[in-house]
């Protein structure tokens, strides 16, 4: 399943379904790396095999390695994951390929609010795939993308993925290595965000004069989280 296939194709019958989940390949990825899943990943598969996918509406994995396995047993699992409101990756060291991998079925997950994959080590690269997931989200409120390893040769495809968040209410870039140029350039995009409340921005190649004018762009907006 690709970036732009849902669940949708499931039911219009251009993909199999199955009585017995675990004769899906789910079923089949879980019998061979069950023994090798990391216990948050294992207990989502579970609740798929036990029929209550519907159940599962967050994903936390937090300071757990992902490696190159655990983004592509998220992916097979997500699209079965319909009512999955939250999905959050923090310093889970991954990369730009295991980003790629998670993209393939995230534009599934057409209820999604909240998306965070922080304190990671994603690039442009990954930037661009997952710029073309975002307009798969149009329910996503909250973007958090902080403490990554994204620069200036990211701005064109966040501002491609974000146009199309009409109620984004946070969009966090904090602890990155953009500079004012860009974040100015991602700020007039935001301008049109009538639901936004925060830009974080603090923790990239700013000065304190650049701070205000990227205020004065989005007055009323949140720059820096507040203590």
Do not use: W
């Amino acid at each position: 399943m690709g970036c732009c296939e849902s669940r949708d194709d499931v039911i219009r019958g251009r993909m199999p379904m199955y009585e017995d989940p675990s004769d899906s390949p789910i079923g089949v990825a879980y019998r061979k790396s069950s023994t090798t899943m990391i216990p948050e990943i294992k207990y989502y598969y579970t609740k798929f095999l036990e029929k209550e996918a519907k159940q599962v509406v967050k994903i936390i994995l937090t300071d757990r390695s992902l490696g190159h396995e655990g983004p592509r047993l998220l992916s097979l699992l997500i699209p079965e994951l319909t009512e999955l409101k939250k999905l959050l990756l923090q310093n889970n060291s991954l990369e730009d390929l295991g980003l790629i991998e998670l993209c393939k079925n995230l534009a599934s997950v057409r209820g999604l609010l909240k998306l965070t994959i922080s304190y990671n080590k994603i690039t442009a690269q990954g930037i661009e795939k997952l710029s073309l997931c975002l307009p798969y989200l149009s329910k996503l409120k909250v973007l958090n993308l902080n403490n990554n390893l994204i620069d200036k040769t990211s701005v064109d495809f966040l501002i491609e993925g974000i146009k199309s968040l009409p109620d984004l209410s946070i969009f966090n870039l904090s602890g990155n290595q953009l500079n004012k140029k860009s974040i100015l350039k991602i700020a007039e995009v935001l301008k049109q965000k009538k639901e936004l409340k925060k830009f974080l921005v603090s923790g990239n190649k700013l000065k304190e004069e650049d701070i205000t004018e990227i205020q004065n762009t989005l007055p009323g907006v949140e720059l820096e989280e507040k203590a």
